[in-house]
């Protein structure tokens, strides 16, 4: 099957839950609706087109000099502005992964390259992604946690990936989006090792606010850079005005009481993921260990179809690389959203097992 993003809610089935896309289950920051209602005089003047308040904003947040990032139109533009400037040969990427990598490196020309991770290890990276880093690509894309497995990457295997990747002349880039919404982010961030000697120079950070901000709306997105100067060469394949006024203006006042939004987002994902876990687990999926907003999941019959006529859209994985059919990925959502999910989902298993679902 081809692989489509998920959040397609504009088709012909009307949906009225949407576990496809996996944003922070405690909603936009309530900061931001006011923000965006005293700008709206600003829609008459064109953007930032330095972002300046909106970098300052971010540098606060994470701890990374406003020089060292980049903003753009959701992270999605700056992944694709990135591997074309930096023009790569080759690309590894980790199987499954996220599909817009493969398609940025293809736009880009370059070569796909896969590290297969393995059902019998969890889809967890190891140290045998190594013996693949030898094959010397041009660049690598990792997401931790990633996509759509959910597992993060172990620190010490990050840093060990980032310096030999350095050495090598190979280009890193972790894409991040997931990670503020899992316990202790701070031990697991590249962003610790933008400014490392050695490590830093060829070393690329993204992040957005689309995951951890419920904000899939509006596009907005960063690049972090150890070497400030590539983040110049990115920004000349940007459009001019990349990011939109109520876009820098939301930005800037979700950041304003971060650390509390997270926290209560952190521990709802937490929440919800041993709801969800529990659940699946008794219906006779099976759940695959891991920290994010979502859980990946095999379950013993195909169900995204018979949910899809509920009203209910999970992602459907079997299109992924490395995997199969009857692999699905559900964001975690509220609680009570939760409960609808695995009530219809626990139903359609039923149904299968007497033989009453044709599909």
Same mark, same amino acid.
């Given at each position: 099957?081809?692989?489509?993003?998920?959040?397609?809610?504009?088709?012909?089935?009307?949906?009225?839950?949407?576990?496809?896309?996996?944003?922070?289950?405690?909603?936009?920051?309530?900061?931001?609706?006011?923000?965006?209602?005293?700008?709206?005089?600003?829609?008459?003047?064109?953007?930032?087109?330095?972002?300046?308040?909106?970098?300052?904003?971010?540098?606060? /947040?994470?701890?990374?000099?406003?020089?060292?990032?980049?903003?753009?139109?959701?992270?999605? $533009?700056?992944?694709?502005?990135?591997? $074309?400037?930096?023009?790569?040969?080759?690309?590894?990427?980790?199987?499954?992964? /996220?599909?817009?990598?493969?398609?940025?490196?293809?736009?880009?020309?370059?070569?796909?390259?896969?590290?297969?991770?393995?059902?019998?290890?969890?889809?967890?990276?190891?140290?045998? /992604?190594?013996?693949?880093?030898?094959?010397?690509?041009?660049?690598?894309?990792?997401?931790?946690?990633?996509?759509?497995?959910?597992?993060?990457?172990?620190?010490?295997? %990050?840093?060990?990936?980032?310096?030999?990747?350095?050495?090598?002349?190979?280009?890193? %880039?972790?894409?991040?989006?997931?990670?503020?919404?899992? =316990?202790?982010?701070?031990?697991?961030?590249?962003?610790?090792?933008?400014?490392?000697?050695?490590?830093?120079?060829?070393?690329?950070?993204?992040?957005?606010?689309?995951?951890?901000?419920?904000?899939?709306?509006?596009?907005?997105?960063?690049? %972090?850079?150890?070497?400030?100067?590539?983040?110049?060469?990115?920004?000349?394949?940007?459009?001019?005005?990349?990011?939109?006024?109520?876009?820098?203006?939301?930005?800037?006042?979700?950041?304003?009481?971060?650390?509390?939004?997270?926290?209560?987002?952190?521990?709802?994902?937490?929440?919800?993921?041993? =709801?969800?876990?529990?659940?699946?687990?008794?219906?006779?999926?099976?759940?695959?260990?891991?920290?994010?907003?979502?859980? /990946?999941?095999?379950?013993?019959?195909?169900?995204?179809?018979?949910?899809?006529?509920?009203?209910?859209?999970?992602?459907?994985?079997?299109?992924?690389?490395?995997?199969?059919?009857?692999?699905?990925?559900?964001?975690?959502?509220?609680?009570?959203?939760?409960?609808?999910?695995?009530?219809?989902?626990?139903?359609?298993?039923?149904?299968?097992?007497?033989?009453?679902?044709?599909?």
């Amino acid at each position: 099957m081809a692989m489509k993003h998920g959040g397609d809610i504009y088709g012909p089935e009307k949906i009225r839950l949407d576990f496809s896309v996996n944003i922070s289950p405690a909603g936009i920051p309530e900061e931001v609706f006011p923000a965006l209602e005293r700008s709206k005089d600003a829609l008459t003047q064109y953007p930032d087109p330095d972002c300046r308040a909106l970098r300052r904003a971010i540098s606060d /947040f994470a701890g990374v000099p406003a020089r060292k990032i980049l903003c753009g139109n959701g992270a999605s $533009e700056l992944l694709l502005s990135a591997v $074309e400037a930096i023009a790569p040969r080759t690309v590894l990427l980790s199987a499954p992964c /996220f599909s817009g990598y493969e398609r940025a490196a293809r736009a880009a020309g370059a070569q796909v390259l896969r590290h297969y991770t393995r059902r019998e290890e969890d889809f967890a990276l190891t140290d045998r /992604f190594l013996a693949d880093l030898d094959r010397r690509p041009d660049m690598v894309i990792l997401c931790s946690p990633g996509n759509p497995v959910g597992s993060r990457i172990p620190p010490a295997l %990050m840093h060990r990936i980032a310096a030999q990747c350095a050495a090598q002349g190979t280009w890193l %880039m972790a894409d991040e989006c997931f990670l503020d919404l899992t =316990q202790a982010p701070e031990d697991h961030t590249m962003r610790r090792f933008l400014d490392a000697e050695g490590i830093g120079r060829r070393l690329l950070v993204l992040d957005a606010f689309t995951k951890k901000f419920a904000m899939p709306g509006i596009r907005l997105g960063y690049l %972090m850079a150890g070497d400030e100067k590539i983040l110049e060469t990115i920004a000349l394949r940007q459009p001019e005005w990349s990011v939109s006024v109520p876009a820098q203006t939301a930005g800037c006042a979700a950041l304003e009481n971060a650390g509390d939004y997270l926290e209560k987002a952190r521990i709802m994902t937490a929440a919800g993921r041993r =709801q969800m876990e529990k659940a699946l687990t008794e219906m006779g999926c099976t759940v695959y260990p891991g920290d994010a907003n979502y859980l /990946f999941f095999s379950a013993p019959a195909e169900v995204a179809a018979p949910l899809l006529r509920e009203g209910i859209l999970i992602r459907d994985c079997s299109g992924y690389p490395g995997l199969r059919q009857g692999d699905y990925r559900a964001a975690v959502r509220r609680s009570e959203e939760n409960e609808v999910l695995l009530k219809q989902l626990k139903a359609v298993l039923a149904r299968k097992g007497e033989g009453r679902d044709g599909t």
